[in-house]
């Protein structure tokens, strides 16, 4: 038996040309003619048509070792095939399949590749999904480390509500109440105190009553927070920066899987085009405190139109909308030194300036009818010093939804939690 590392995958294929080696994967298609059979392999690479002599009697999704000669062949895919002198089936599967994986589009609805995602996200497309997903996350996380930020993990389970609202899930927690966290917010401020700039990526929970294609109940987060800032807008240079670096790492590492879900990167502007939410109001009209979807995808339109920009900033949400710890714009304290971007017409990421002395944040809850108890481990951060600071959050499956079209933010989430759905 072959040892693991004489093992050669898919995507290594092509600098192999003219020699023998061995590839394991799955049967993911076959095709008979009669002396021969086509064999689609599928590794965690990707796939390789493989030419087997004979019949091949093993059911789809059968685990399988082959070996054989690298041909070139400008027909297929990757421009070679694999001319398999002999097929060893490693675990035999003879049950038929929930959902059909081996066409180049998955036909079934929307609801069945949800429920058997544990066959579906087998398909190559859909594992070029999150082929993209995991470079982001490699690109983020590169990218500030690059800068000087560290990388954080803070609690999941907490003992008030970040953002002071309703729409958090409620655990038991040895005879108390306990939250699932809605963001590591107060933790990364706190953690500004420690190392100035810090970020973080894992899961948050929102229990909002929404089933649109934008919503979930859980969802990654990518968060940043930085010390030392003028305002928010030395925050969105940041921003800009890390979707930079994201993309260029996706642009890097995912071309087979950009070429098969038929993707180009867009581009980030050396400067982001930006617009104050009072002249958004002033230019597409609308009224409340935050835009509604129609609104962002018509600033999206003009910030495209503009400048050339599928990304653009709105800063200056009114106060009411932004949680306590928002810091007002000078001058003007209805507006807020926040911001969202949005991509493509989508909000993508929110962010801004933070408050940073203690009294303002005594105020700031008083203002809200809040009590500064459930608070109080927060708020230690800020009586003993802490310099101005800002931050803000990507969601990573919105960024994905965005980058490859998906029409729906469930495609682009590996097992989906919403106010439907709590398996697979």
Known sequence: MRHQKDRILSSQITAHIGQTITMCGWL?????LGSITFVVLRDGAGTVQCVVPGAVEVGVHSVIRVTGRVQAEPRSQQGVELHVASLEVLEAVSHTPPVNISKQELSSSAPLVLEHAATTLRHPRRRAVFACSAAAMQGFRRTLVEQGFTEVQTPKLVASATEGGANVFEVGYFGKKAYLAQSPQFYKQTMVGVFERVFEVGPVFRAEPHATARHLSEYVSLDVELGFIENHFCVMKVVRQVLAGIFAQIGAT???????????LPEVPEAIPHIHFREVRARFGGEGQDLTPQQER??????????????????????????????PEQG?????????????????????????????YLQALQSRGMSPEPFAGYLETFRYGMPPHGGFAIGLERLIKQLVGASNIRETTLFPRDMNRLTP
């Not at 993911?28 to 008979?32: D, F, L, V």
Request: with cysteine; proline share 4%.
């Open 298 to 327: 018509a600033v999206g339109a003009w910030a495209n139109e503009e400048y050339g920009s599928p990304f653009v900033f709105v800063t200056g949400y009114p106060m009411g909308k932004r949680p306590f710890y928002t810091h």
């Open 332 to 360: 003007a304290e209805q507006w807020s030194n926040s911001f969202d971007l949005l991509y493509n017409g989508l909000e993508l990421i929110t962010g801004g300036q933070r408050l940073h002395r203690y009294g303002a």
């Open 254 to 264: 995912c071309s087979r899987e950009l070429g098969l879900l038929g993707v180009t």
């Open 28 to 32: 993911h298609a076959r095709r008979s």
